[in-house]
């Protein structure tokens, strides 16, 4: 049976998804357009930046909505249509590792063969707990700590952050020379060619022991279990600026504020910071409202800065080492 048209995702040649959505943007809102799709904000914006494809049914309802046909060049294609792709790659892999597929059980008996013959004589088994540079409390500190919280994740053993492929490329060399400065370890790099992703990955056990029992963070769901930020960085004004820089850098947005007065079109510059877990969304307001400025939250998910004098201060007061917030609000 056919998958319904409505869980497709929509594909434009280069440059015409952006057109499209600006085009979308002059008739109604972003805010308006989220609503309209039961989205955030800023997904409208990465759609406009082409970070992301769009769901046709999305798409539809926007079109429907401000009287744009469809286009005619865009292509549809299932919701997860790239997992074929990669467990095709994945199956010639394993075929050409253990001769086989599909067979966990002559797998495990190579394994053993290997263990027997080399593994166990390799200094630097996968299996051998690497040390890492445990640091103090510090600004930087703080900062990888924001980061973590707002584009990370941890497991058991490892820490990854995944960033845009392009627009972060920058900040995700920020991010390899942070990790390197605390704790002296590589980070491993695993580019996503067709969704426009890179993950950044530390793969020490070591290191997601220091971060979850010696500065606060939890391994899972962060949404889930509504994460917060640790107490020894609220306590401190400069390592709390250090944090919201790392949460803003990694889930906050700067974006063009257009409207209309007598016909005459004015633009200016507004941050948004989003997130699901609401003591985050309360810590950036808070430590906003603690340097002078004047936030707001909306659909308690959003923090905003609205005003001309309030982003010159927190581009003052706690900047950004994100060369694409940067770019975006020196444009």
């Known amino acids: 049976m056919a998958k319904p048209i409505n869980s497709k995702r929509v594909f434009f040649p280069k440059g015409k998804q952006n057109k499209l959505i600006n085009k979308i943007l002059l008739k109604i809102s972003i805010k308006k357009a989220a609503n309209l799709c039961n989205l955030s904000e800023r997904t409208i914006r990465d759609w406009r930046r082409e970070k992301f494809s769009i769901s046709f049914i999305a798409l539809r309802k926007l079109c429907q909505k401000t009287n744009i046909p469809l286009?005619?060049?865009?292509?549809?294609?299932?919701?997860?249509?790239?997992?074929?792709?990669?467990?095709?790659?994945?199956?010639?892999?394993?075929?050409?590792k253990y001769g086989t597929i599909g067979d966990p059980e002559y797998r495990k008996k190579k394994w053993h063969e290997w263990w027997a013959k080399e593994g166990k004589y390799k200094y630097n088994f996968i299996g051998k707990t690497k040390s890492i540079k445990k640091p103090s409390y510090s600004k930087n500190l703080a900062e990888f700590v924001g980061i973590i919280l707002g584009d990370g994740s941890i497991t058991q053993y490892q820490i990854t952050f995944t960033l845009h492929s392009k627009d972060d490329k920058?900040?995700?060399n920020f991010i390899i020379n942070l990790t390197k400065k605390l704790f002296d370890t590589p980070i491993g790099i695993h580019y996503y060619k067709r969704c426009k992703a890179t993950s950044y990955?530390?793969?020490?056990?070591?290191?997601?022991?220091?971060?979850t029992k010696e500065i606060g963070?939890?391994?899972?769901?962060?949404?889930?279990?509504?994460v917060d930020v640790p107490s020894w960085i609220k306590q401190n004004k400069q390592y709390s600026i250090a944090c919201m820089r790392g949460l803003i850098d990694t889930d906050g947005s700067i974006f063009n504020h257009n409207y209309k007065v007598s016909d005459k079109l004015y633009s200016y510059k507004k941050l948004s910071f989003t997130n699901l877990s609401k003591p985050l969304v309360i810590f950036v307001y808070k430590t906003m409202k603690n340097i002078g400025l004047n936030p707001r939250i909306s659909?308690?998910?959003?923090?905003?800065?609205?005003?001309?004098?309030?982003?010159?201060?927190?581009?003052?007061?706690v900047n950004s080492h994100n060369q694409k917030h940067l770019n975006r609000y020196l444009k």
Request: hydrophobic content about 35%.
């Open 71 to 96: 286009p005619s060049s865009i292509k549809l294609k299932d919701r997860y249509w790239y997992v074929k792709h990669g467990a095709s790659k994945g199956g010639k892999a394993v075929w050409k």
């Open 217 to 226: 963070l939890k391994i899972g769901n962060k949404v889930k279990q509504q």
């Open 299 to 317: 659909r308690k998910i959003d923090v905003c800065l609205d005003s001309i004098k309030d982003m010159q201060t927190y581009f003052k007061i």
């Open 201 to 211: 990955a530390i793969s020490r056990k070591e290191l997601v022991s220091f971060c």
């Open 170 to 172: 920058k900040y995700g």
